[in-house]
């Protein structure tokens, strides 16, 4: 009885707090909240869709639809996975920001690029972060390879490379690609979301194009009490081996 009135006390904070945030101009804990509530209930429609393709499977008598039903199951549980990796963290505390990443960019690969002949390598050097700012890098990473996928390969595929370094008490983050974008990306929604995380993080966002590819490098204190100049950038570094 104690718990399941503790559960609704919780729930009914919960609802009272997303109320707040939809009622006025939402701060950056109300955006956290309601970003929190919605990749909940995405993951909760995965959930759905998942058990709704399997019972179809089972009940079906051809093989071939059941290899189907089976391939489109393997699909919603990766893009799931890229879901839960996504999750706001409940509590703000220090984690180890590689091996988060590197969680996040395997759940990427196999949920967007294996079908697409798209590659995709993580380099990481010994992190740890805040958690609250270590999921923003995660949403803006998993953005800016989103739009490589879109706009820097054809059918040929090609590798995406994602980069984690430290210098001192900064942290920088590239993303960069081997694709033949034929210009730079016009600033759009995705771009837009990047840059607006990346300001939360106190930091800062650079694009380059080159011929051997295009890279986006992000910029920030690893702590919320030091501001970053901005990334030095080098073109040739842009290539990917």
Same mark, same amino acid.
């Given at each position: 009885m104690v718990l399941r009135n503790r559960t609704r006390a919780?729930?009914?904070?919960?609802? *009272?707090?997303?109320?707040?945030?939809? @009622?006025?101009?939402?701060?950056? %804990?109300?955006?956290?909240?309601?970003?929190a509530e919605l990749l909940h209930r995405v993951n909760n429609e995965f959930t759905s869709a998942v058990s709704v393709v399997s019972r179809a499977a089972a009940r079906s008598g051809s093989d071939e639809v059941k290899t189907t039903l089976a391939a489109v199951s393997e699909r919603l549980? *990766?893009?799931?996975?890229?879901?839960? @990796?996504?999750?706001?963290?409940? %509590?703000?505390?220090e984690i180890d920001a590689a091996a988060y990443l590197r969680k996040l960019c395997e759940a990427i690969s196999r949920a967007k690029l294996a079908d697409k002949g798209i590659g995709l390598a993580f380099v990481d050097r010994p992190l740890r972060m805040d958690s609250t700012r270590c999921w923003r890098l995660g949403l803006a990473v998993c953005e800016l390879i989103t739009n490589a996928v879109r706009h820097a390969f054809g059918d040929?595929?090609?590798?995406?490379r994602v980069e984690l370094a430290t210098s001192g008490p900064l942290v920088e983050c590239r993303v960069s690609d081997n694709g033949h974008a034929a210009m730079p990306a016009r600033p759009g929604r995705g771009l837009a979301i990047v840059e607006s995380l990346v300001r939360t993080l106190g930091g800062s966002v650079e694009y380059v194009m080159g011929e051997r590819g295009s890279a986006?490098?992000?910029?920030f204190a690893r702590h919320d009490s030091v501001t970053p100049d901005k990334p030095a950038i080098d073109i040739s570094a842009v290539a990917l081996h």
């Open positions: 919780d729930a009914a904070r919960k609802e *009272a707090s997303l109320a707040k945030a939809l @009622a006025g101009e939402p701060t950056t %804990h109300d955006r956290d909240l309601l970003l549980l *990766a893009y799931a996975e890229v879901n839960r @990796a996504l999750q706001v963290p409940s %509590h703000s505390v040929a595929g090609g590798v995406i986006a490098v992000l910029a």
